[in-house]
């Protein structure tokens, strides 16, 4: 190992003993009960719920998989993506936050996303709490198994090492906190993370510019790219017989530009991005846990801010990186790694350990929020919910720490194929959970009529419909090829409101409960 690379080992090291003192230091308070472990006692103060809520939900996709898909096929993909994320932020914020946060406490206390669902609809027989826990079981699993994927191509692209090994060795530091401080300790180095993460991309992009040759030549280089810097076409990189951009004189070749998917309908497409924030467990969960609803508006100015920033110096890194580095990366999946390879040239090695520490920080932030929604799915849902209601705290915390082993093992399984596309595997993931809990989210809070049944019908259809429409639906292409998010939400939707209507209304103490829940000074 060279001396650059054992000073880029040094600053990494030095924050995972960070990190990881602060999963020991929460260990006490966090055992204390269920609701300390699983959701903080609902004691977060606005800084600390909005950088948590969007650490943990940008991943190493906003560092690795975002700025991929912009070096190779150019900005439209990325760009439309990014602004419909921008989009969904400020909305989710604006519209659910207040609300859930009012209504978890109200309805029973709620300290799970199924928990609030089933305790929302008087849902005795724990139905919808257990096909609500199931369904976070099974798009937790695909979103670990992505996080692990960036955490094995970082350190196999860093220092030339074995990516199976380090993507285990990175799956075992983010469930050796997780495991030990519960979700203190993963909003507070969510905190930590979201710091690094934001920083990282600014001083990748500015470099990467200067190293361009400044913002005129790096223009220039990109605009004789056909379709590249266009928001309604794509560059059509030329490749080979074995799917590699083909190289001519040392610069990658270029067919001409395509019009981007279908269009209008892809550009929707990508914009539907935004609706998953309806329904991301790993974001809503912050909500439920802040200090007191009125800091939600403080949490949002910051979230948004953290979120414009993050993404557009997200897509530029990976623009630019085309044009600093033409011909480095010649397939999709190679390309992911332009953010390491930029901050290892610009950037002495030890600062460079900080800045790519970014990446580990986005990928532990979301990886151990999973594991902990999951887990919290596994224990108090299905085990405490259903197998065991007079179970103690103590047999709920044991049950939950073997959920997460199990979990942990699972993600490893999905990981080991190290010519995944992150953003592939987070999109499937991302629109599971937003066709399955979105629609549901909304009804919940807003529409007084829907009831248990609907609620069921809307879960069920969502997550069927991306499974399905991902599977079958997409190859037929055209409008079919549309992202199965937003089918998935509008068929979910229209379930909700349909099966709500054709059954019996909620009862009186349903909608009593609907009637003043915002009412609550909490």
């Given at each position: 190992?060279?001396?650059?690379?054992?000073?880029?080992?040094?600053?990494?090291a030095?924050?995972?003993?960070?990190?990881?003192?602060?999963?020991f230091?929460?260990l006490?308070k966090?055992?204390?009960?269920s609701?300390?472990?699983?959701?903080?006692?609902?004691g977060?103060?606005?800084?600390l719920?909005a950088?948590?809520?969007?650490?943990?939900?940008m991943s190493?996709?906003?560092?690795?998989?975002?700025?991929?898909i912009?070096?190779?096929?150019?900005?439209?993909?990325a760009?439309?993506?990014?602004?419909?994320?921008?989009?969904?932020?400020y909305?989710?914020?604006?519209?659910?936050a207040k609300?859930?946060?009012?209504?978890?406490e109200?309805?029973?206390?709620?300290?799970?996303?199924?928990?609030?669902?089933?305790n929302r609809?008087r849902?005795d027989?724990r139905?919808?709490?257990?096909?609500?826990?199931?369904?976070?079981?099974?798009?937790f699993?695909i979103?670990?198994?992505?996080?692990?994927?960036t955490?094995?191509?970082?350190?196999?692209?860093?220092?030339?090492?074995?990516?199976t090994?380090?993507?285990?060795?990175g799956?075992l530091?983010v469930f050796?906190?997780?495991?030990?401080?519960?979700?203190?300790?993963?909003?507070t180095?969510?905190?930590?993370q979201?710091?690094i993460?934001?920083?990282?991309?600014?001083?990748?992009?500015?470099?990467?510019v200067?190293?361009?040759?400044?913002?005129?030549?790096t223009?220039?280089?990109?605009?004789g790219?056909?379709?590249?810097?266009?928001?309604t076409?794509?560059?059509?990189p030329i490749?080979d017989?074995?799917?590699?951009?083909v190289?001519?004189n040392?610069?990658?070749?270029?067919g001409?530009?395509?019009l981007?998917?279908?269009?209008?309908?892809?550009?929707?497409?990508?914009?539907?991005?935004?609706l998953g924030?309806?329904?991301m467990?790993?974001?809503?969960?912050?909500?439920?846990?802040?200090r007191?609803?009125?800091e939600?508006?403080?949490?949002?100015i910051i979230?948004?801010?953290?979120?414009?920033?993050?993404?557009a110096?997200a897509?530029?890194i990976?623009?630019?990186?085309?044009?600093?580095?033409?011909a480095?990366?010649?397939?999709?999946?190679?390309?992911?790694?332009?953010?390491?390879?930029?901050?290892?040239?610009?950037?002495p090695?030890?600062?460079c350990?900080l800045?790519?520490s970014?990446?580990?920080?986005?990928?532990?932030?979301?990886?151990?929020s999973y594991?902990?929604?999951?887990?919290s799915?596994?224990?108090q849902?299905?085990y405490k919910?259903?197998?065991?209601?007079?179970?103690?705290?103590?047999?709920?915390?044991?049950?939950s720490?073997?959920a997460?082993?199990?979990?942990?093992?699972?993600?490893?399984?999905i990981a080991?194929?190290q010519?995944?596309?992150?953003f592939q595997?987070?999109?499937?993931?991302?629109a599971g959970?937003?066709?399955?809990f979105?629609?549901?989210?909304?009804c919940?809070?807003?529409w007084r009529?829907?009831n248990k049944?609907?609620?069921?019908a809307?879960?069920l259809v969502g997550?069927?419909?991306?499974?399905?429409?991902?599977?079958?639906?997409?190859?037929?292409?055209g409008?079919?090829a549309?992202?199965e998010?937003l089918?998935?939400?509008?068929f979910?939707?229209?379930a909700?409101?349909?099966v709500?209507?054709?059954?019996?209304?909620?009862s009186?103490?349903?909608?009593?409960?609907?009637?003043t829940?915002?009412e609550?000074?909490?």
């Amino acid at each position: 190992m060279s001396v650059d690379d054992i000073q880029v080992v040094l600053a990494m090291a030095l924050y995972f003993i960070v990190v990881l003192s602060v999963g020991f230091f929460y260990l006490k308070k966090s055992n204390a009960s269920s609701e300390n472990y699983f959701l903080g006692g609902r004691g977060l103060g606005p800084w600390l719920t909005a950088l948590s809520a969007e650490a943990s939900d940008m991943s190493g996709w906003l560092l690795m998989g975002l700025p991929g898909i912009a070096y190779f096929t150019g900005a439209s993909d990325a760009m439309w993506t990014a602004i419909g994320l921008a989009i969904g932020t400020y909305l989710n914020w604006k519209f659910v936050a207040k609300r859930l946060r009012k209504y978890s406490e109200v309805a029973g206390n709620a300290i799970t996303l199924p928990d609030f669902f089933s305790n929302r609809f008087r849902d005795d027989k724990r139905i919808l709490m257990s096909v609500a826990a199931i369904i976070i079981l099974l798009f937790f699993c695909i979103y670990c198994g992505s996080c692990f994927v960036t955490c094995g191509k970082l350190f196999a692209t860093l220092f030339g090492l074995d990516y199976t090994t380090m993507m285990i060795l990175g799956a075992l530091v983010v469930f050796v906190y997780t495991f030990v401080g519960g979700y203190l300790s993963v909003c507070t180095t969510d905190l930590i993370q979201g710091a690094i993460m934001i920083c990282a991309l600014v001083i990748v992009f500015v470099g990467s510019v200067a190293m361009a040759g400044g913002v005129e030549n790096t223009v220039a280089f990109l605009q004789g790219i056909p379709g590249f810097l266009s928001g309604t076409q794509q560059a059509s990189p030329i490749l080979d017989e074995s799917g590699r951009q083909v190289v001519e004189n040392g610069m990658p070749l270029f067919g001409d530009a395509v019009l981007y998917g279908s269009g209008a309908i892809t550009i929707i497409s990508c914009l539907a991005w935004g609706l998953g924030y309806f329904g991301m467990p790993q974001v809503l969960v912050r909500f439920m846990s802040v200090r007191h609803s009125n800091e939600i508006k403080k949490s949002r100015i910051i979230a948004t801010i953290w979120v414009v920033i993050s993404l557009a110096s997200a897509v530029c890194i990976g623009l630019v990186g085309r044009a600093a580095l033409p011909a480095q990366f010649l397939t999709g999946p190679d390309a992911e790694s332009i953010f390491i390879v930029l901050a290892q040239i610009m950037l002495p090695s030890f600062v460079c350990g900080l800045v790519v520490s970014g990446i580990f920080a986005a990928t532990m932030s979301s990886s151990s929020s999973y594991l902990l929604i999951a887990g919290s799915a596994i224990s108090q849902n299905l085990y405490k919910g259903l197998i065991n209601k007079n179970a103690t705290e103590a047999q709920s915390m044991f049950v939950s720490r073997v959920a997460l082993t199990v979990i942990l093992i699972f993600g490893i399984v999905i990981a080991l194929d190290q010519n995944s596309s992150i953003f592939q595997v987070v999109s499937y993931a991302w629109a599971g959970f937003g066709a399955s809990f979105g629609p549901l989210m909304l009804c919940s809070l807003y529409w007084r009529r829907t009831n248990k049944q609907g609620a069921l019908a809307g879960m069920l259809v969502g997550a069927v419909t991306v499974i399905v429409w991902n599977l079958f639906v997409k190859q037929l292409g055209g409008i079919f090829a549309v992202y199965e998010l937003l089918p998935g939400f509008i068929f979910a939707l229209i379930a909700i409101v349909v099966v709500s209507l054709l059954t019996e209304e909620p009862s009186k103490e349903v909608t009593d409960e609907f009637d003043t829940y915002m009412e609550a000074d909490v």
